[in-house]
C-alpha cells in the first residue's frame, strides 16, 4: 500500500460513524449524571481477566493497576450511565484453559456485563470462542494480530491498544535505515511471537533486507546462552521481543554472550517490560534501541494528558511506582486498559446500555467508533479506530537507551502502521 493510499484510507475510517466518534472522543463523555439519576443503581460490573500468576504475572499486576485508576476516575465522573463501575477480578494464570473457565465464570456466576483485559495472545485465543459463545464481549489489550485478522468473533474487540503487525511495519523502515538489513530474530515460541516472525519479516523484506536466522524459544525457558550460537555471522541487527519472568536473565547473557563487540540491537521493550534498565549487567544496553507502545520515562515534551495519566497510575518521571521505585510498571502496555475502560464507557453511553441484553448495541457502538483525539481518556496519543476489524491504529515510539534511560528519537505516525482490512466482523451475526 502507498503512503498516499494510507492517508486516503484513513479519511475513509474518519467518516465513518461520525457521529458516535464525538462520544468516543476523549473530549466529550456523557456520563456526567448522579448514580441516583440513573435508571438502575445497580452497578456496571466489569470483568477482569487478570495475569495474577504465571508467565504473565508482571503484566497482571499492572493492568490491575491502570484498570482500577480508571474505574475509580469513571466513577468520580458520575459511573457510566449514571450507575457506578465495579471490577470483578479472576485469575488466569496466563492460560489459556484457565482463560475460558474465566470467561465461563463471570458470565454465569458474576454475571458481568463485560470481560475485558487480557494481554498475552495464547490465552486470548483460548478464551474468545468461550466469549462468542456466551455472547459476552470481551475487549481485549493483546496487541496480537489474532483480533484483526479475523480469527476471532465479533464479540471480540481490541479498541485500546495497537497490534504487532501495525507496530512492525511502524519500525521496519526505522531499522533498515538506520541499523542494517541483515536481522537474526529472537521471539517466544507462541502466538504473540509468531506475530513478529511473520509480519517483521514481510516488512523489512519490503525494505530490502532480510531476516538471515529466526530464534524461536519456548516461553516458559529460564536460560537462554545456549540459543546465541545459532546467530549467524552476518547478523547486522539482533531484533528481540521475549516476555515472562525470565527476561533480565535474557537480555544480561544476551549482553555476556557478545561483550563489547555486539551487532546493532533492536528490542521491543516486553524484552525489558517491569526490569529496571539500570539494573548490573544490563550496562551493555547503552546505545541499543527499543519500541516502546507509550515512552516509560518522562519527556521533555509529555503532554498533559499522558502526565495526568501518570499521576493517575501512581508512576514516577522514570515509569516505576512512586511509592515503590523498585516497581517499574509495564508502562509501554498498560495504558492500554485506561484507554479500553473509557472507551467501554463511551461505547455503554452511546448506546444507552442498561444491561445484558443490550450488549449487541454495545458492540455497534464501538464499532462505529473513529478518531479518538489525545486526551486524558487516551494519553498515550491520538488513534483510529476500525470498526471493520474490530482494531486500533496508533502512534508508536522508538527510543535509545542512554545514561540509563529511555529516550524517544523517531515518532511513527498512524498512517505508517495502516494495512489492508482482512476482515470485517460488522457483517458477522450476533
Same mark, same amino acid.
Given at each position: 500500500?502507498?503512503?498516499?493510499?494510507?492517508?486516503?484510507?484513513?479519511?475513509?475510517?474518519?467518516?465513518?460513524?461520525?457521529?458516535?466518534?464525538?462520544?468516543?472522543?476523549?473530549?466529550?463523555?456523557?456520563?456526567?449524571?448522579?448514580?441516583?439519576?440513573?435508571?438502575?443503581?445497580?452497578?456496571?460490573?466489569?470483568?477482569?481477566?487478570?495475569?495474577?500468576?504465571?508467565?504473565?504475572?508482571?503484566?497482571?499486576?499492572?493492568?490491575?493497576?491502570?484498570?482500577?485508576?480508571?474505574?475509580?476516575?469513571?466513577?468520580?465522573?458520575?459511573? $457510566?450511565?449514571?450507575? =457506578?463501575? &465495579?471490577?470483578?477480578?479472576?485469575?488466569?494464570?496466563?492460560?489459556?484453559? *484457565?482463560?475460558? +473457565? !474465566?470467561?465461563?465464570?463471570?458470565?454465569?456466576?458474576?454475571?458481568?456485563?463485560?470481560?475485558?483485559?487480557?494481554?498475552?495472545?495464547?490465552?486470548?485465543?483460548?478464551?474468545?470462542?468461550?466469549?462468542?459463545?456466551?455472547?459476552?464481549?470481551?475487549?481485549?489489550?493483546?496487541?496480537?494480530?489474532?483480533?484483526?485478522?479475523?480469527?476471532?468473533?465479533?464479540?471480540?474487540?481490541?479498541?485500546?491498544?495497537?497490534?504487532?503487525?501495525?507496530?512492525?511495519?511502524?519500525?521496519?523502515?526505522?531499522?533498515?535505515?538506520?541499523?542494517?538489513?541483515?536481522?537474526?530474530?529472537?521471539?517466544?515460541?507462541?502466538?504473540?511471537?509468531?506475530?513478529?516472525?511473520?509480519?517483521?519479516?514481510?516488512?523489512?523484506?519490503?525494505?530490502?533486507?532480510?531476516?538471515?536466522?529466526? $530464534?524461536?524459544?519456548? =516461553?516458559? &525457558?529460564?536460560?537462554?546462552?545456549?540459543?546465541?550460537?545459532?546467530?549467524? *555471522?552476518?547478523? +547486522? !541487527?539482533?531484533?528481540?521481543?521475549?516476555?515472562?519472568?525470565?527476561?533480565?536473565?535474557?537480555?544480561?547473557?544476551?549482553?555476556?554472550?557478545?561483550?563489547?563487540?555486539?551487532?546493532?540491537?533492536?528490542?521491543?521493550?516486553?524484552?525489558?517490560?517491569?526490569?529496571?534498565?539500570?539494573?548490573?549487567?544490563?550496562?551493555?544496553?547503552?546505545?541499543?534501541?527499543?519500541?516502546?507502545?507509550?515512552?516509560?520515562?518522562?519527556?521533555?515534551?509529555?503532554?498533559?494528558?499522558?502526565?495526568?495519566?501518570?499521576?493517575?497510575?501512581?508512576?514516577?518521571?522514570?515509569?516505576?511506582?512512586?511509592?515503590?521505585?523498585?516497581?517499574?510498571?509495564?508502562?509501554?502496555?498498560?495504558?492500554?486498559?485506561?484507554?479500553?475502560?473509557?472507551?467501554?464507557?463511551?461505547?455503554?453511553?452511546?448506546?444507552?446500555?442498561?444491561?445484558?441484553?443490550?450488549?449487541?448495541?454495545?458492540?455497534?457502538?464501538?464499532?462505529?467508533?473513529?478518531?479518538?483525539?489525545?486526551?486524558?481518556?487516551?494519553?498515550?496519543?491520538?488513534?483510529?479506530?476500525?470498526?471493520?476489524?474490530?482494531?486500533?491504529?496508533?502512534?508508536?515510539?522508538?527510543?535509545?537507551?542512554?545514561?540509563?534511560?529511555?529516550?524517544?528519537?523517531?515518532?511513527?505516525?498512524?498512517?505508517?502502521?495502516?494495512?489492508?482490512?482482512?476482515?470485517?466482523?460488522?457483517?458477522?451475526?450476533?
Amino acid at each position: 500500500m502507498t503512503k498516499t493510499s494510507k492517508i486516503s484510507r484513513r479519511s475513509t475510517l474518519l467518516g465513518l460513524g461520525a457521529g458516535a466518534s464525538a462520544l468516543a472522543a476523549g473530549g466529550v463523555l456523557p456520563g456526567s449524571l448522579g448514580f441516583a439519576q440513573a435508571q438502575s443503581s445497580a452497578p456496571i460490573k466489569i470483568g477482569f481477566q487478570k495475569h495474577a500468576t504465571g508467565i504473565g504475572a508482571a503484566y497482571g499486576r499492572w493492568y490491575d493497576v491502570a484498570t482500577n485508576a480508571a474505574a475509580a476516575r469513571i466513577n468520580e465522573m458520575g459511573g $457510566i450511565n449514571g450507575r =457506578p463501575v &465495579e471490577i470483578i477480578t479472576e485469575d488466569d494464570a496466563t492460560d489459556p484453559g *484457565r482463560g475460558a +473457565e !474465566v470467561l465461563e465464570k463471570f458470565a454465569n456466576q458474576h454475571e458481568v456485563d463485560v470481560a475485558f483485559g487480557t494481554l498475552f495472545s495464547h490465552v486470548v485465543i483460548g478464551s474468545a470462542p468461550r466469549a462468542g459463545e456466551l455472547k459476552l464481549p470481551y475487549f481485549v489489550v493483546s496487541e496480537g494480530h489474532h483480533v484483526a485478522s479475523g480469527m476471532l468473533n465479533r464479540y471480540t474487540l481490541q479498541p485500546g491498544i495497537t497490534d504487532v503487525k501495525s507496530q512492525v511495519i511502524s519500525m521496519a523502515p526505522f531499522v533498515a535505515d538506520n541499523l542494517g538489513k541483515k536481522v537474526t530474530m529472537i521471539y517466544p515460541d507462541f502466538a504473540f511471537g509468531h506475530d513478529h516472525r511473520d509480519f517483521f519479516s514481510q516488512a523489512i523484506e519490503a525494505q530490502g533486507g532480510e531476516v538471515v536466522a529466526k $530464534i524461536a524459544i519456548p =516461553p516458559t &525457558e529460564t536460560t537462554f546462552t545456549r540459543y546465541f550460537p545459532s546467530i549467524p *555471522r552476518e547478523t +547486522e !541487527v539482533i531484533y528481540h521481543v521475549m516476555v515472562g519472568p525470565a527476561v533480565l536473565t535474557f537480555v544480561k547473557e544476551m549482553g555476556e554472550f557478545f561483550g563489547p563487540s555486539r551487532p546493532e540491537i533492536f528490542g521491543f521493550i516486553d524484552s525489558l517490560e517491569a526490569v529496571d534498565i539500570q539494573s548490573p549487567g544490563l550496562e551493555f544496553l547503552e546505545g541499543t534501541y527499543f519500541w516502546e507502545g507509550m515512552p516509560r520515562y518522562k519527556q521533555a515534551n509529555e503532554s498533559e494528558a499522558a502526565s495526568a495519566y501518570r499521576a493517575a497510575v501512581g508512576v514516577n518521571d522514570s515509569g516505576a511506582a512512586i511509592d515503590d521505585p523498585a516497581n517499574v510498571a509495564t508502562y509501554a502496555h498498560m495504558f492500554g486498559c485506561w484507554e479500553t475502560m473509557h472507551i467501554i464507557k463511551a461505547g455503554m453511553e452511546a448506546a444507552d446500555y442498561q444491561g445484558p441484553a443490550d450488549r449487541s448495541k454495545l458492540i455497534e457502538a464501538v464499532e462505529a467508533m473513529t478518531d479518538m483525539p489525545e486526551s486524558i481518556e487516551h494519553p498515550q496519543g491520538e488513534k483510529v479506530f476500525n470498526g471493520k476489524t474490530h482494531q486500533t491504529f496508533g502512534k508508536q515510539y522508538i527510543s535509545k537507551v542512554g545514561d540509563g534511560r529511555l529516550d524517544v528519537v523517531h515518532t511513527a505516525s498512524i498512517e505508517d502502521g495502516l494495512y489492508e482490512d482482512e476482515v470485517d466482523y460488522t457483517t458477522q451475526s450476533f
